[in-house]
DNA sequence: TTGTTGATTCAGTACTTTTTGAAACTTGGT
DNA sequence: ACCAAGTTTCAAAAAGTACTGAATCAACAA
């Protein structure tokens, strides 16, 4: 297989992957593209090698930084900014999961302890707040699992889970 | 709250959550209102509830089985199929992994293998060949942990993750 | 065999999300 | 103050996804 051939299946696989993981095609694949990329590159470069617009590439690059998986970097005497991928892949794991966490397991868990004061004036409603809370009990205990997840470092993660597997 | 609104509440947030989760928003809110059902419904009460199409609520309650999150219910005496939700909530996400594992993680995996077979016979072409290698690395070790995690029970899940937790 | 009840399929439609591209804005140099 | 190089925004268009409903299929009972 050749370089481009490589580089080219890398990106499209990354974007597929991406799409599937709340992080839209083409913000997997400038993701991709950065990742195995010796240097940084400009949006100019991205969007010639990807063939998108110039917003396309601008809206997609600012939400890689939001997550934290893209950095800007500013070359001196340039005007231009120029941008590199997070490359431990640690790193990038983490910020999905402090991200995703944020936009969806805590506006989930606001919900619950709201739909916890339904009135237990029947046994349905009983019911109800039974299995509500049990649900509540198990996010509870993931979010707190996660928190622990991204405080500790990428050594803690190969070893423990190393470990664990055996 | 009353317990209409409470459920009302339930379902569509469990429905958003979903459909950040490679479930859809209908799939989720079905498994939702299944959740929250204390018997088993039909598709009839299904489409009633959730104001969807015949079509539509099959789709999803078959999509919904494949998963492994929903189960048929046989009345004797009914020619009608009825459905209850896996309410265990580690059997859930155990179920969603092994999907998600199965479709993402596993395909992306092959795709790294197969990109290794670049010739480095350029400078550019080993860096590339680095990149690669350490993504896999990475991944392999996601895929056996995740392996690992669906083995184990949902006890073993309270009680090694509590106690990283402390 | 025919009628009835329920499940499944799928082409067309509706809805959602992403992308484009041109205009507006920003920044720094002259 | 003005220009040039670059960035950002956003309304409209395109692409992608999900939903509907009518037709079809399957199972059983009479």
Redesign the pocket.
Known sequence: MTLKEGKDKFIQSWGALG?SWG?????A?IHALLLISPEAL???EI?EE?????????????ALIDWGLVYKELKPG?????FVAEKDMWEVVKNIIIQRKKRELEPMLRVLDEISSVDPESDEAREFIEVIREIKLFSNKADSTLDTLVKSDSNWFVGTFMKMIK
């Open positions: 799409s992080i839209n095609r083409t913000m694949q400009s949006a100019e969007m990807l063939q998108i617009s110039r917003g396309n590439a601008n809206m997609n690059i600012r340039e005007r231009k900014e120029f």
